[in-house]
């Protein structure tokens, strides 16, 4: 991947509005430690920038008049299905749709960041930063937004934590991760909230149990999921269908 002797993050820029896309521009080239290598108005040209520069980071909106965006990242991730991880461009899509469909169809075609175009520079400097460094960044509001279609899927005997809840449509990998040691009931429960953006006083609040509690729960729960942080634990329960 090409980045220059100062290990500055590159990025590239898809977006078809050209103020937005000349302001984001000269927006993140003065943040430290991102280099913008180019940018591009539709997807067509995006996709043929992306395998030319491979960039670290491409900065992808969904509203594309050729090809969406999410298409944009599905045909990208075809592109480079025979690299390594630690090669692969990271996809920040950024963007002012906030449905469901949207956000889990991104992260369905190989989106790695989800981020809302009202989103500050300096927040979205520090999504750049995540999801370069291998994590994922996704906006507590979408989250919430999600979350409200979901909760539905809860069973309804939630208050019961030895029992283990029945998965469907998980990845092979997480599958396996789930067979040697099942979320509870609980777990899930509270992992539905990290996703919808909570903080552990807040769950805490909502579940009526002590902070301490919830902490547990949390740290059970990053475990089996050999997650690192609250925010990958929540993409890839989006991601791989743990929560759908």
């Not at 965006?69 to 749709?97: A, C, N, P, Y």
């Not at 979205?124 to 999600?146: C, F, K």
Request: charged share 25%.
């Amino acid at each position: 991947m090409q980045t220059d002797a100062t290990n500055e993050i590159s990025v590239t820029l898809i977006e078809d509005h050209d103020l937005t896309r000349v302001g984001l521009r000269a927006a993140l080239q003065r943040q430290a430690g991102i280099r913008v290598l180019g940018e591009a108005a539709n997807a067509s040209s995006g996709l043929q920038m992306l395998q030319e520069v491979r960039p670290d980071v491409a900065i992808v909106d969904i509203g594309l008049p050729d090809m969406d965006g999410i298409e944009l990242t599905r045909k990208f991730r075809e592109q480079q299905s025979g690299l390594d991880d630690g090669r692969k461009t990271k996809v920040l899509i950024l963007t002012m749709h906030d449905s469901e469909e949207s956000v889990l169809a991104a992260f369905a075609a190989g989106a790695d960041s989800y981020c809302m175009k009202d989103i500050s520079i300096d927040k979205l400097a520090e999504a750049l930063h995540a999801t370069h460094g291998g994590n994922s960044w996704i906006d507590p509001t979408i989250a919430g937004i999600v979350l409200r279609q979901m909760r539905q899927a809860v069973p309804d005997s939630m208050g019961i934590e030895t029992k283990t809840v029945t998965i469907s449509a998980v990845k092979p990998e997480v599958e396996q991760l789930l067979e040697n040691s099942p979320l509870t009931e609980r777990e899930l429960e509270i992992l539905e909230l990290i996703v919808a953006g909570y903080s552990n006083a807040a769950i805490a609040e909502q579940l009526f149990i002590t902070v301490g509690t919830v902490k547990t729960h949390v740290r059970n729960i990053l475990n089996k999921l050999c997650a690192d942080d609250r925010t990958q634990a929540a993409v890839l329960a989006l991601r791989s269908g743990l929560i759908s």
